[in-house]
C-alpha cells in the first residue's frame, strides 16, 4: 500500500511541477519543468534523508559518543524486530525528533539535544519507538519524498509569483496568463501542504500505538508528547514548513489558516488514545 501511494504522490507532484512550468514558460516551460521533475523523483528516492538530515545540520553518533541515546535504541529496535538505524543528534534546543529513509535498512533516527535534556530515559524511549515504529510501517520514504518534492514545488510557484508580479509567463499566448501565474503560486504551496496532511495525520496515531508498543509502556510517550507539545508553543523550531510533517510534534506554530494545515492530529487526542491504551 505504501508503495502505491508513493507512487500516486510522485505522480502528484510531477503533475504540479509540469502545470507551474506551463503556466512560466508555455509548451518549452511544461518540458523544463517534466525534466526537473523527474531528477526531483530520482533525488527524493534515493538522497532524500540525506537532504532531510543536512537540513537540521543533523550528526551521526557512535555508542561511544551517545551511549544512553545508543542504549535505547538497540533495547528498542530488538523489540521491534527491525536493524539498528543510523542514530544522529540534532544541534537545537527545541525538543523534537524524526526518521528518514528508503526503507528498514537504510533508515535513520535523528534526535535534538532538546530532546534529549528535557526528557528522562522512559520519555526518550517513548519518542524513539515513535519514529522506528515510522520505520516498521515504512511510512518514512513517502515522507521523505513528500518533503522533498514539496520544497521543488514551494520554489517553483515562487518563481511564478514574481513572473507573475514581473509580466512573465506565457506573454501573448493567451490573456490572463499572469493572473493563472498568481493563482498557481499560490494554489500550489496549499496543495503540497494538503498532501503531506493527508499523508500523515494517520499514521501518528498508528506510530504512536507502535512506539508504545515497543517501548512496552504507553505513558513514556504519552509524557514525552505533552512537554514537546508544550515546548513547540513556547518556542518553535526553526524548521522548514516543507519538512514539519517528519517531525514527532509539529515544530510550527501558527493560529487561523495555518492551523488548518497542522500535518499533525492535536496532541491532547494522541495523549488520550496513549493512556487509553495503557488502562486497556
Same mark, same amino acid.
Given at each position: 500500500?505504501?508503495? /502505491?501511494?508513493? #507512487?500516486?504522490?510522485?505522480?502528484?507532484?510531477? @503533475?504540479?511541477?509540469?502545470?507551474?512550468?506551463?503556466?512560466?514558460?508555455?509548451?518549452?516551460?511544461?518540458?523544463?519543468?517534466? @525534466?526537473?521533475?523527474?531528477?526531483?523523483?530520482?533525488?527524493?528516492?534515493?538522497?532524500?534523508?540525506?537532504?532531510?538530515?543536512?537540513?537540521?545540520?543533523?550528526?551521526?553518533?557512535? $555508542?561511544?559518543?551517545?551511549?544512553?541515546?545508543?542504549?535505547?535504541?538497540?533495547?528498542?529496535?530488538?523489540?521491534?524486530?527491525?536493524?539498528?538505524?543510523?542514530?544522529?543528534?540534532?544541534?537545537?534546543?527545541?525538543? %523534537?525528533?524524526? !526518521?528518514?529513509?528508503?526503507?528498514?535498512?537504510?533508515?535513520?533516527?535523528?534526535?535534538?539535544?532538546?530532546?534529549?535534556?528535557?526528557?528522562?530515559?522512559?520519555? @526518550?524511549?517513548?519518542?524513539?519507538?515513535?519514529?522506528?515504529?515510522?520505520?516498521? %510501517?515504512?511510512?518514512?520514504?513517502?515522507?521523505?519524498?513528500?518533503? #522533498?518534492?514539496?520544497?521543488?514545488?514551494?520554489?517553483?510557484?515562487?518563481?511564478?509569483?514574481?513572473?507573475?508580479?514581473?509580466?512573465?509567463?506565457?506573454?501573448?499566448?493567451?490573456?490572463?496568463?499572469?493572473?493563472?501565474?498568481?493563482?498557481?503560486?499560490?494554489?500550489?504551496?496549499?496543495?503540497?501542504? /494538503?498532501?503531506?496532511?493527508?499523508?500523515?495525520?494517520?499514521?501518528? +496515531?498508528?506510530?504512536?500505538?507502535?512506539? !508504545?508498543?515497543?517501548?512496552?509502556?504507553? $505513558?513514556?510517550?504519552? %509524557?514525552?508528547?505533552?512537554?514537546?507539545?508544550? +515546548?513547540?508553543?513556547?518556542?518553535?523550531? %526553526?524548521?522548514?514548513?516543507? #519538512?514539519?510533517?517528519?517531525?514527532? @510534534?509539529?515544530?510550527?506554530?501558527?493560529?487561523?489558516?495555518?492551523? /488548518?494545515?497542522?500535518?499533525?492530529?492535536? #496532541?491532547?487526542?494522541?495523549?488520550?488514545?496513549?493512556?487509553?491504551?495503557?488502562?486497556?
Amino acid at each position: 500500500m505504501n508503495a /502505491l501511494k508513493t #507512487t500516486f504522490l510522485m505522480a502528484l507532484m510531477t @503533475v504540479l511541477l509540469v502545470i507551474i512550468g506551463q503556466l512560466i514558460g508555455g509548451r518549452g516551460g511544461a518540458v523544463i519543468a517534466l @525534466v526537473v521533475a523527474a531528477v526531483m523523483n530520482f533525488v527524493a528516492y534515493w538522497s532524500s534523508d540525506k537532504i532531510a538530515l543536512a537540513r537540521y545540520r543533523a550528526q551521526e553518533v557512535t $555508542r561511544e559518543q551517545a551511549p544512553r541515546l545508543y542504549s535505547i535504541v538497540e533495547r528498542l529496535v530488538a523489540n521491534a524486530g527491525l536493524p539498528m538505524p543510523r542514530v544522529y543528534i540534532i544541534p537545537s534546543q527545541t525538543p %523534537n525528533a524524526f !526518521a528518514t529513509g528508503r526503507d528498514p535498512q537504510h533508515a535513520a533516527v535523528a534526535i535534538t539535544e532538546g530532546a534529549l535534556s528535557l526528557l528522562d530515559e522512559n520519555e @526518550v524511549a517513548g519518542v524513539i519507538g515513535h519514529e522506528l515504529a515510522h520505520i516498521k %510501517n515504512r511510512d518514512i520514504l513517502i515522507s521523505s519524498i513528500a518533503a #522533498t518534492l514539496a520544497g521543488a514545488i514551494t520554489m517553483l510557484a515562487m518563481w511564478a509569483r514574481f513572473a507573475a508580479i514581473f509580466g512573465g509567463g506565457q506573454g501573448g499566448e493567451r490573456r490572463g496568463g499572469g493572473l493563472e501565474l498568481l493563482v498557481m503560486a499560490i494554489v500550489a504551496p496549499i496543495a503540497a501542504m /494538503l498532501i503531506q496532511m493527508g499523508i500523515s495525520r494517520s499514521r501518528e +496515531y498508528m506510530a504512536d500505538a507502535g512506539g !508504545a508498543k515497543f517501548a512496552n509502556d504507553p $505513558r513514556g510517550l504519552a %509524557n514525552a508528547l505533552l512537554k514537546l507539545d508544550d +515546548y513547540a508553543k513556547r518556542r518553535p523550531m %526553526n524548521a522548514s514548513p516543507t #519538512t514539519a510533517h517528519m517531525f514527532i @510534534v509539529n515544530p510550527l506554530r501558527g493560529g487561523g489558516i495555518a492551523g /488548518l494545515f497542522s500535518t499533525h492530529p492535536p #496532541t491532547e487526542e494522541r495523549v488520550r488514545r496513549l493512556r487509553e491504551a495503557r488502562l486497556g
